[in-house]
């Protein structure tokens, strides 16, 4: 196996005998297999898109699922995974039947075997896995990967509008365009640079969908005071980022005398009005994913993982993890989808009843969270006002995702250094690095301003777009600096959307990823300004300092 898409990788250089995640070299090769396929399907839809023919609502829901499932930390089920690639075959063979194989790319036309060990047994190949080519330049190898993970992490934000209502052919798309172009042997870098900064809109585009199918559906989220401390009772703990399954299961859980806590991504889930209405809709269960195995050791109560990040299953818990959508463990109970009919949760509901839950109340702790676009920018004339008497100096957006490296500590010391009248916009899982920290307020607004997950950098987005348009000014004039954490496939589609955007010195941390190789990563410190996070003192000052 050889798999460097996200920021734990072994030695930051890659996993080769099995994954940090845990992901087997097994897993890694249906992956590698089921992306060969995807390629492959991603050429012949557009193609069919060149001939003014849509592509089927299947076959898009069929790529962006199967692109998801190959994110970090989603699905470890060799047994899924053969399911999808033989689907796959199935679409594929459909798709040349309709528009024909004579200018295909090598390998779009791949068709891979239908069992376990045969597809394990397949031969180093073209265009199978990373390392498929050893004569491939590297800075094309590096640009290649990018455009590859960032398919991912759009897909993850597809899958979740999809599901909610939110379809777009614009991002299907662009989607099947950017795969089949992965599979082209004459690309230069500048094509690939170019449509890395493509799929970066796109991907705005995508996030904008969602961000309407989220607000369509529970309104805008708003300020909420939220518990972060443990209630007597039985309770299950939702985790992942999708809506969806948490209005569902809220829904089922109605009367039954089941307390319901969000966990890791699903913590914003508290602050939307549809959502929050469900009053066993209590709170906030733990910190952020990588403690899983941690805090959920002999858990009371049921867990259910609706998106990443899965961590391998302790046997103090595993029979009480239920996984559904993308997400699979082999012998963890999986919830199937239902496309229009609700899922079944019933055994999930009884087993949490069974195990009876925690037994006492713990003394109470709460945070403000819902400080989406439409809540923060209800206040843009206070900000506005705060900004220009000196009271507000500068913005930080230090978001993205948490992990389990020690060098994380990085943004913990940043929100502690940050000076008193700054103010901290946060989004997704790195939140949990320093939003338990009393930081008190800046100008009448929590210093922590919590946006969202990492789905609704879109909301983050907006709002600085918003500020510039009110002091009519570019958004890189704005006294607001963007710090950024990575881990896996979203962090990097959403970098992308960033510099498609033009927004210029980001601050990327912990680590740089290993698939951008030195060439590569001068080019984006020329054209964009990225630069590594080094400490938060010279940070801050480096940042401060300026102004
Ligand atoms: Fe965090 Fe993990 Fe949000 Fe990422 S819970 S690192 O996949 O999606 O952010
Ligand atoms: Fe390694 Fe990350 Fe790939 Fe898992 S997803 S195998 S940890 S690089």
């Known amino acids: 196996m050889f798999c460097f898409q996200c920021e734990q990788t072994a030695g930051s250089k890659g996993c080769t005998k099995v994954g940090v995640c845990s992901k087997s070299p097994e897993t890694a090769k249906m992956q590698d297999v089921l992306i060969l396929q995807l390629k492959g399907i991603g050429y012949y839809c557009n193609e069919l898109v060149n001939k003014g023919e849509e592509i089927c609502r299947e076959t898009a829901d069929f790529t962006m699922e199967g692109c998801f499932a ?53 031969p180093d190949m073209p265009n199978l896995g990373v390392m498929d080519d050893e004569n491939l330049d590297m800075d094309i190898r590096s640009l290649r990967e990018m455009l590859i993970y960032g398919l991912k992490g759009m897909s993850a934000y597809a899958h979740h509008a999809f ?33 890395n900064m493509e799929l970066g809109k796109c991907n705005f585009k995508c996030m904008e969908v969602l961000d309407n199918a989220n607000t369509g559906n529970y309104g805008h989220p708003e300020p909420t005071e939220m518990l972060i401390t443990k209630k007597k009772g039985p309770f299950i703990v939702v985790s992942g ?20 806590y969000t966990h890791g991504e699903m913590l914003p889930g508290c602050a939307y009005p549809e959502l929050k209405k469900h009053k066993y809709l209590i709170g906030n269960f733990g910190g952020a994913w990588q403690d899983q195995q941690k805090e959920f050791d002999n858990l009371p109560g049921c867990i259910l993982m609706t998106s990443n990040c899965l961590m391998k299953p302790r046997d103090s818990y595993k029979d009480r993890l239920y996984t559904t959508s993308v997400v699979g463990w082999d012998d963890v109970k999986h919830i199937e989808y239902n496309k229009d009919q609700p899922k079944d949760f019933t055994e999930m509901i009884n087993q949490a009843l069974e195990l009876g839950g925690f037994k006492e109340d713990e003394p109470e702790k709460r945070i403000t969270v819902g400080f989406g676009r439409n809540a923060v920018l209800s206040n843009a004339g206070a900000i506005i006002e705060a900004v220009k008497a000196g009271k507000i100096r500068h913005f930080f957006l230090v978001g993205g995702c948490d992990g389990a490296r020690p060098g994380r500590n990085y943004y913990t010391e940043f929100a502690e250094q940050s000076p008193d009248d700054t103010i901290i916009l946060t989004l997704a899982c790195g939140k949990f690095r320093f939003n338990k920290l009393d930081l008190g307020t ?33 958004v ?72």
């Open 70 to 122: 190959t994110l970090t930390n989603v699905n470890f089920d060799n047994d899924r995974f053969l399911q999808y690639i033989k689907k796959a075959n199935k679409i594929k063979k459909e798709l040349i039947e309709k528009v024909g194989n004579e200018s295909a790319p090598k390998d779009a036309d791949f068709m891979a075997p239908e069992t376990v060990e045969q597809v394990l047994a397949l």
């Open 241 to 260: 980022h999708d809506l969806r399954d948490l209005r569902e299961l809220l829904e089922q859980t109605e009367g039954k005398g089941v307390n319901i």
């Open 476 to 547: 890189n004039e704005l006294p607001l600096s963007y710090i950024i954490s990575w881990y896996e496939q979203k962090a990097v589609v959403v970098l992308l959307t960033m510099l498609s955007l033009g927004l210029k010195n980001i601050y990327l941390g912990p680590t740089l990823p290993a698939f951008v190789t030195p060439n590569i990563l001068q080019v984006l410190v020329d054209k964009f300004g990225l630069r590594p996070v080094s400490t938060p003192e010279k940070d801050l000052e480096e940042i401060l300092g300026k102004k």
């Open 163 to 195: 599901v909610q209502g939110g379809y777009d052919k614009e991002v299907v798309n662009g989607m099947v365009r950017f795969l089949g172009e992965t599979l082209r042997k004459d690309i230069t870098v500048e094509e690939l640079l170019n449509l």
């Open 442 to 474: 800046v100008a009448g607004f929590p210093k922590v301003l919590d946006v969202g997950q990492c789905n609704d950098a879109y909301g983050a987005i907006q709002i600085a777009l918003a500020l510039a348009n009110a002091f009519e000014c570019d």
